[in-house]
Protein backbone atom coordinates (compact mmCIF):
# COMPACT_ATOMS: atom_id res chain seq x y z
CA UNK A 1 0.00 0.00 0.00
CA UNK A 2 1.43 3.89 -1.16
CA UNK A 3 0.14 6.45 0.59
CA UNK A 4 0.70 9.55 -1.25
CA UNK A 5 0.59 13.56 0.61
CA UNK A 6 0.46 16.62 -1.48
CA UNK A 7 1.09 20.13 -0.87
CA UNK A 8 2.04 23.79 -2.60
CA UNK A 9 -1.04 24.50 -4.18
CA UNK A 10 -2.83 27.71 -4.02
CA UNK A 11 -3.72 31.01 -5.62
CA UNK A 12 -1.33 32.61 -7.68
CA UNK A 13 -1.57 35.43 -10.45
CA UNK A 14 -0.52 34.90 -13.92
CA UNK A 15 2.93 35.02 -14.50
CA UNK A 16 3.84 33.54 -11.05
CA UNK A 17 5.12 30.66 -9.55
CA UNK A 18 4.07 27.51 -6.89
CA UNK A 19 5.95 24.73 -6.25
CA UNK A 20 3.90 21.53 -5.06
CA UNK A 21 5.04 18.81 -3.43
CA UNK A 22 4.20 14.75 -3.25
CA UNK A 23 5.84 12.22 -0.54
CA UNK A 24 5.27 8.85 -1.04
CA UNK A 25 5.04 6.13 1.47
CA UNK A 26 4.74 2.25 2.12
CA UNK A 27 6.26 1.75 -1.76
CA UNK A 28 9.02 -1.63 -1.61
CA UNK A 29 9.89 -1.00 -5.09
CA UNK A 30 12.70 1.37 -6.87
CA UNK A 31 11.50 0.50 -10.08
CA UNK A 32 8.66 3.12 -10.74
CA UNK A 33 7.67 6.42 -11.51
CA UNK A 34 6.16 9.29 -10.29
CA UNK A 35 4.10 11.72 -12.29
CA UNK A 36 1.71 14.54 -12.14
CA UNK A 37 -1.54 14.91 -14.02
CA UNK A 38 -3.69 17.58 -13.58
CA UNK A 39 -8.31 17.80 -14.31
CA UNK A 40 -9.99 21.10 -14.63
CA UNK A 41 -13.48 21.21 -14.47
CA UNK A 42 -15.48 19.43 -16.87
CA UNK A 43 -12.04 17.89 -18.49
CA UNK A 44 -10.58 14.60 -18.58
CA UNK A 45 -7.27 14.15 -16.55
CA UNK A 46 -4.39 15.37 -18.31
CA UNK A 47 -0.65 14.30 -18.22
CA UNK A 48 1.23 17.12 -17.09
CA UNK A 49 4.94 15.13 -16.65
CA UNK A 50 6.69 12.05 -14.86
CA UNK A 51 9.93 11.11 -13.87
CA UNK A 52 12.25 7.79 -13.26
CA UNK A 53 15.79 6.50 -13.05
CA UNK A 54 15.65 7.08 -16.97
CA UNK A 55 14.66 10.43 -16.87
CA UNK A 56 12.33 13.11 -17.14
CA UNK A 57 9.00 13.78 -19.46
CA UNK A 58 6.96 16.64 -20.53
CA UNK A 59 3.64 17.32 -21.68
CA UNK A 60 3.85 19.86 -24.62
CA UNK A 61 1.92 22.33 -22.99
CA UNK A 62 3.92 22.46 -19.96
CA UNK A 63 7.41 22.21 -21.48
CA UNK A 64 9.66 24.96 -20.67
CA UNK A 65 7.64 25.93 -17.91
CA UNK A 66 7.45 23.52 -15.56
CA UNK A 67 10.35 21.77 -14.09
CA UNK A 68 9.99 17.96 -12.28
CA UNK A 69 12.10 16.66 -9.88
CA UNK A 70 12.29 14.13 -6.89
CA UNK A 71 14.25 13.35 -3.73
CA UNK A 72 14.95 9.65 -3.33
CA UNK A 73 15.63 10.01 0.05
CA UNK A 74 12.63 10.99 0.93
CA UNK A 75 10.33 9.58 -2.09
CA UNK A 76 9.48 12.53 -2.59
CA UNK A 77 8.24 14.38 -6.49
CA UNK A 78 7.94 17.95 -6.81
CA UNK A 79 6.38 20.26 -9.60
CA UNK A 80 8.36 23.52 -10.39
CA UNK A 81 5.30 25.73 -12.02
CA UNK A 82 6.88 29.34 -13.57
CA UNK A 83 5.21 31.19 -15.87
CA UNK A 84 1.99 30.12 -15.16
CA UNK A 85 -0.78 30.99 -17.28
CA UNK A 86 -4.90 30.72 -15.98
CA UNK A 87 -5.37 27.74 -18.64
CA UNK A 88 -2.95 25.82 -16.18
CA UNK A 89 -6.12 25.96 -13.31
CA UNK A 90 -6.78 22.66 -12.65
CA UNK A 91 -6.83 19.94 -9.26
CA UNK A 92 -2.89 18.56 -9.10
CA UNK A 93 -2.59 14.92 -8.86
CA UNK A 94 0.54 13.37 -8.13
CA UNK A 95 0.91 9.19 -8.51
CA UNK A 96 2.83 6.28 -9.23
CA UNK A 97 3.78 4.00 -11.45
CA UNK A 98 5.69 0.92 -11.67
CA UNK A 99 6.96 1.52 -14.98
CA UNK A 100 10.09 2.91 -16.58
CA UNK A 101 8.95 3.83 -19.82
CA UNK A 102 7.80 8.11 -19.18
CA UNK A 103 4.23 6.33 -18.71
CA UNK A 104 1.63 9.11 -19.67
CA UNK A 105 -1.89 7.32 -19.63
CA UNK A 106 -3.40 7.88 -16.13
CA UNK A 107 -4.42 4.09 -16.47
CA UNK A 108 -0.58 2.82 -15.50
CA UNK A 109 -0.29 4.75 -12.73
CA UNK A 110 -1.57 2.69 -9.52
CA UNK A 111 -1.79 4.92 -6.67
CA UNK A 112 -2.66 8.49 -6.68
CA UNK A 113 -3.04 11.52 -3.89
CA UNK A 114 -5.95 13.69 -3.11
CA UNK A 115 -5.19 16.12 -5.29
CA UNK A 116 -4.22 19.93 -4.51
CA UNK A 117 -5.91 22.84 -6.07
CA UNK A 118 -3.96 25.75 -8.51
CA UNK A 119 -5.55 28.45 -9.31
CA UNK A 120 -4.37 31.12 -11.66
CA UNK A 121 -5.73 34.39 -11.98
CA UNK A 122 -5.53 36.59 -15.17
Known amino acids: QVQLVESGGGLVQAGGSLRLSCAAS????????MGWFRQAPGKEREFVSTISSKGSYYADSVKGRFTISRDNAKNTVFLQMNSLKPEDTAVYYC?????????????????WGQGTQVTVSS
Open 26 to 33: GRTSNNYS
Open 95 to 111: AVAYALGYPTNPLNYKY
